[in-house]
């Protein structure tokens, strides 16, 4: 039977969260901003299932070699950490405006790069994505209205309409900003180095503003990358809906959509999957022979497993449900969309600026 581990989200105060997260379900502590619920971070507890109280990281750090597989592991760069890291973002003010170094920058810290991307969940009317700098702006101009601290390099910065069901990938070096009032779900690289740039003038309790880096993250940034919204590619349709979202050699996103009363299998695979109830429910038999129930804003992990071993889940409503795992860019990607009547520009539009898919399939 295939390894299934119940994780619950670490809830995370932050100066531009809100409440919104309650729509998922969650007991957000009263009074506070709460921006994110990590769902799979590394000290993300297991609350049932395989590994019931212990910790992602516990679990990948007893056997990475089979926790992970071959794929993951390449993917984190061989250490013990859980491949991908998974949250939902309430933005009830616009986020920092930041950037992120890649793996070969991030190396002399002892991180991972961090590329990421947005499925954007809610969106209030006229809310923002900022990504990437304006035409014939130059780094060197942004970075001077960057140390005013005063939020006016936001004026440089090129915006995009926030649309729900959207995607955007977000490769490492984009300098962006989540909009306020904009929910999203993120996937990223297991990464915690953010540079912050620019905080729109915000200050804390004490009157004082966050720290800024903004020399670090001019050093790492690629002015001329301007990410585009990617439209969802269908792979399937009927009573479940099958879409992928968006695609590079560190993650893929596929949204699974489910008519009332449908079952499908989420097939085992080489990599740890994350499957996440966005509304509706899912029931399976758990190995214990019981029956499990998630609702929306629960998560479970999927450790590797034979491709023949399949979790049989079913739907008793309208359900939506995100699955982010870490591919094989031709098998999981390439020959999925073909096989479905995808031609190669718009299997291209998965990987956005990241070259992972455009290599995979020159090399098809």
């Not at 947005?118 to 780094?139: D, F, M, Q, S």
């Not at 301007?226 to 979202?245: F, K, M, N, T, Y």
């Not at 699974?256 to 399976?284: C, K, R």
């Not at 214990?288 to 491709?307: F, K, R, Y």
Request: zero cysteines; charged letters at 20%.
């Amino acid at each position: 039977m295939m390894y299934v581990s119940i994780v619950v989200p670490r809830l995370d105060e932050k100066p531009w969260g809100g409440r919104s997260l309650e729509r998922f379900g969650f007991t957000l502590p009263e009074g506070k901003p709460i921006g994110e619920a990590l769902v799979t971070a590394n000290d993300a507890r297991v609350t049932a299932g395989f590994g019931a109280g212990f910790t992602l990281g516990d679990i990948v750090a007893e056997d990475p070699d089979a926790r992970l597989g071959s794929r993951a592991l390449d993917a984190v760069g061989g250490r013990s950490i859980f491949p991908l890291l998974v949250k939902l973002i309430d933005a009830a003010e616009n986020l920092s405006i930041q950037v992120h170094p890649n793996d070969d920058q991030a190396a002399p810290l002892d991180r991972l790069g961090k590329t990421e991307a947005w499925h954007i969940l809610h969106a209030e009317p006229g809310a923002k994505l900022y990504v990437g700098l304006r035409p014939g702006v130059t780094a060197d101009a942004f970075a001077d209205a960057a140390r005013a601290l005063d939020g006016s390099s936001a004026a440089l910065l090129r915006t995009l309409e926030a649309e729900p069901g959207e995607t955007i990938l977000i490769p490492a070096g984009t300098i962006h900003a989540l909009g306020a009032g904009v929910m999203v779900y993120e996937i990223q690289q297991p990464s915690d180095v953010t540079f912050r740039i620019d905080d729109w003038g915000r200050l804390d309790a004490q009157g004082k503003p966050r720290q800024m880096h903004v020399d670090e993250g001019f050093a790492v940034t690629h002015a001329d990358v301007r990410p585009e919204l990617i439209a969802p590619l269908a792979i399937g349709d009927g009573v479940v809906r099958r879409s992928l979202l968006v695609a590079t050699r560190y993650f893929a996103l596929e949204r699974i959509d489910v008519e009332p009363g449908s079952a499908f299998e989420l097939a085992g695979n080489d990599s740890p999957q994350v499957v996440t109830v966005l509304h509706g429910n899912l029931a399976f038999t758990g190995d214990t022979g019981s029956t499990i129930e998630l609702l929306a804003g629960h998560s479970v992990v999927l450790w590797p497993a034979p491709a023949d071993e399949a979790l049989v889940v079913r739907s008793s409503s309208a359900t939506a449900v995100l699955r982010s795992w870490v591919p094989d860019l031709m098998t999981d990607v390439v020959d999925r969309a073909r096989n479905a009547g995808a031609d190669d520009a718009a299997i291209l539009g998965l990987g956005g600026d990241v070259p992972d898919v455009r290599s995979a399939l020159g090399a098809a």
